[in-house]
């Protein structure tokens, strides 16, 4: 590495940093425009789905069990719209085949925004992995850049600012539909399986440009880093050409272990709502039927957040538990083995290793947004837990990955504000070939990722 490379890439580090930092403040101001927006009727010209568009469904001879994982079925370019104002940039959206939690093979999107000048013969890949997080299908990425509109579509379109100073950089973005084409949401090894094979496949696609060599770089923050941190672990096993081309992996406000998390938000102010969402996920993507074991409150609030949106239960059910919702005779989650089954399927680092470096970050401070520490797992940023992220640090460390490990006294949300330009630089220098820093060794103790225990 000369000095000149290191120089360039510490600049381009900075540069990327600093713009970063005015867009924590824009998306902050999108957002309550967004919120704002929710409440007010939606126009009544939005009377088809997104997903309508013939471009989603699979029309081929071959039965798509038998078509290659990651194959390119579908092409098309549009333009690159926000609430469905299209902006002068183009972007190539990929359907291709995956498959879903359940091993079967599904179709999958994804979107592609190239560079107006890049500055390298090689493109640089960086796959940016949405916190869409959404029930709903038609808030998938794909959908909202081609022009979708409403409350749960302005989470990716507030993205945009998010990714655009790697985009100014010289980087292209990848932006695959994580939870694939029935909304998975939570079910985080799938997320995994959608974005290494929409990695395979605009790799694939002469109107992706990105080729089979280029580099690349995972990213992604909360419900974006499921997919990324799943995607770096299950990358070896499942996609080994992918993975030899991973350069390193930044996450930050990561879910380790759904099955503790359950506990961490059950009762808090704003992040109560997500218990019954993530049950809704992954009884859809593992096929099974968790509102059986609900009473008929919960059985309400279940069947009402099918197609919801994590910007409409976000302070929705304030104080709102397991015990709530759930027949007398179930007093825990650990009590229902169906439960217990598939959470235990969730825990990360049980899928493989990751290849490649990467850099974690995580908040502690909760409480800013209603989530007091837990007796038994400790503080977390309001929705992740702290001790569970430096676990999953500590166990990488010890098979041997190189991870930066940074803890901040902030919440959920405001944690961005200092994750996203290290993340940034870090990456930056991770695509320059530069070493990759390492905490392994000063990580503090965290909590057991044991698998939970079933409780009769």
Known sequence: MTATTAETATIEGETMARRARPTILASAVLM??????GLAPQAASAATSPLDDPFYTYSGSTPLQDVAAGTVLKTRTVPYSIQGLPLPIKAVQVLYRTRNQRGEAVVNATTVVRPLLSLSLRPKVLSYQ??????????QPSAAIAGGQGLGKAIANIETLVFAPALLAGYTINIPDTEGQTADFAAGPEYGYTTLDSLRAISQSPAAGVGTTSKIGLMGYSGGAIGSEWAAELAASYAPAVSKRIVGTAIG????????????????????GVLPMALVGISRGFGIDLSVYANDYGKSILTKLQKASIAEVLGAYPGLTWAKIAKPEFKTPESVKAYVDVANQLIMSTGGTPSAPLFIGQGTGGYLEGTQPSATYGAGDGVMIAGDVRSLARTYCSRGVTVKYDEYLLSHFTSVAQWLPSAYAWLTARFAGLPAPSSCGKIAPGNSLEPIKLVR
């Open 253 to 272: 406000g990561v879910l380790v272990h759904p099955g503790h998390n359950l506990h961490y938000v059950e009762g808090s102010t704003v992040w109560a």
């Open 32 to 37: 309550l425009v967004g919120l704002l927006a």
């Open 130 to 139: 949405s916190f869409y997080d959404s029930l709903n299908p038609e808030d």
